[in-house]
């Protein structure tokens, strides 16, 4: 029989990463199973950039992202490396509700904001041109996590506390079997108490029966870079650059200053095609730049919108209405699932493995996992990032 783990983890993406850096601080010994080579491009939690804030549309991420800004400190000072820039967050809608209603819940917690219309945007943030028509709040808390960073500091800091990764090792097979759970890779096999499933767009594959309970589908996203042709200052170190997101006419875009490539700014469309992860598309359909294309010529008038300079690809693993599945697998709790992140995880992967590290450690469910986020919630099927209220909502 082979030798009992405390626990396997399969994926070695953040989330993975994060789940393995707190369960091996809180003194288990995690092994983590990752089927590509350290560093590798083909899921979610690859390039240098993501958004971070606190702006979202519904309560239950604030406590979370609370615990998010303090875990990732932490890391900072337990890696010595800087993991965020807090060079503030705007988000530009065309609902004023949705603004509005967003600015309830940031009040609610203490948040510092502030609300802007039409051409204050332009005066507080002259990389812009919106009119009296869009609706802006301004986050300063948000802006910049860097993505590559994280991913090595929870890896380095994770091995530092007894966690062993093991690139190149696909799973294939999860089983109950007695005392144990046995997963399968290849002609390796391994037997642990507890087994976590962190596989983003994989999530159907390494589990078929998640579908009786959560409906997930990974889906190819188009990351689409434009060169700043004008005014580069104002996109540099000393520019006020804010990261934004973009509500328009039900449509989700977003920005963030050149982090990736130099003088680029990234700006996409939140949706993409679904997709089995296993074979991506070698190209996007237009519209992943088409529209992004059009907001640009709109409103970014440094930017050249003529095509984007760079287009990189990444998955997203939706589910129904945009929020998290996280919790126990329903026939065996042994198994702990932390998936369907949605396009918006990155910036509370910190948290989020944390709570896997509770739920192995068996805290129970109602504890640990936000009622929005567990896998048995009942779900309306929407798709958000900001969270946004639909336009023409009252106020
Ligand atoms: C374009 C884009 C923009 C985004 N922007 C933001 C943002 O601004 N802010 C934010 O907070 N979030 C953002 N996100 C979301 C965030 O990046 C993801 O939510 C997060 O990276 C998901 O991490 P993960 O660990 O669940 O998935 P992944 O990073 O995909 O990790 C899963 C891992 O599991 C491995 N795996 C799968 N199957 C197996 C198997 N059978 N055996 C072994 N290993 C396996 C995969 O190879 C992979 O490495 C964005 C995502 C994308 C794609």
């Known amino acids: ?68 800004y303090e875990l990732w400190e932490e890391l900072e000072r337990a890696s010595g490396k800087t993991l965020l820039k807090k060079c503030g967050l705007l988000w530009v809608s065309s609902s004023e509700a949705s603004v509005r209603s967003c600015s309830r819940i940031l009040e609610k917690f203490g948040i510092e904001h502030h609300l802007l219309r039409g051409e204050q945007i332009q005066e507080e943030f002259p990389q812009f041109r919106y009119g009296d028509k869009w609706f802006g709040l301004v986050d300063p808390e948000g802006g910049v996590v860097y993505a590559d960073r994280c991913l090595k500091a929870a890896h380095k800091e994770a091995i530092e506390h007894g966690a062993e990764f093991r690139f190149g090792e696909k799973v294939t097979k999860i089983e109950s079997r007695g005392d144990r759970v046995v997963v399968v890779a290849g002609e390796a096999i391994y037997e642990a108490r507890n087994v976590v499933v962190t596989v983003g767009g994989w999530l159907n594959e390494v ?124 026939s065996d709790a042994r198994i702990v699932v932390a998936g369907g992140f949605s396009g918006s995880g990155f910036k509370l992967a910190i948290t989020v493995g944390r709570i896997v590290k509770d739920l192995v450690k068996g805290v129970e469910e109602s504890h640990t996992v936000p009622e929005l986020f567990r896998i048995t919630r009942k779900r309306v099927e929407q798709r958000c990032m900001v969270g946004g209220v639909p336009e023409g909502a009252t106020l």
């Open 1 to 68: 029989m082979a030798e009992l783990l405390d626990v396997v983890v399969v994926g070695g993406g953040i989330m993975g990463s994060c789940s393995a850096y707190h369960m091996a601080k809180a003194g288990l010994k995690p092994t983590v199973l990752e089927q590509f080579s350290e560093g590798h491009s083909r899921g979610s939690s690859h390039g240098q950039s993501r958004i971070i804030r606190y702006a979202h549309g519904d309560a239950t991420y604030l406590p979370i992202m609370k615990e998010s």
């Open 207 to 330: 589990l078929p029966g998640i579908k009786d309970v959560v409906d997930v589908q990974a889906e190819q996203i188009g990351v689409m870079y434009w060169k700043v042709a004008r005014n580069a200052e104002l996109y540099g170190p000393t520019g006020n650059c804010p990261t934004v997101a973009v509500e328009e006419a039900g449509k989700i875009m977003y920005m963030l200053p050149p982090v990736d490539y130099s003088n680029q700014i990234k700006f996409c469309y939140h949706a993409g095609e679904p997709i089995d992860p296993n074979r991506p598309l070698a190209e996007m359909p237009a519209y992943a730049h088409q529209i992004p294309l059009e907001h640009i010529s709109n409103h970014l008038p440094d930017i050249d919108a003529s095509k984007p300079s760079t287009i990189d690809r990444c998955l997203y693993t939706m589910t129904k209405d945009s929020h998290y599945a996280i919790g126990r697998y329903p």
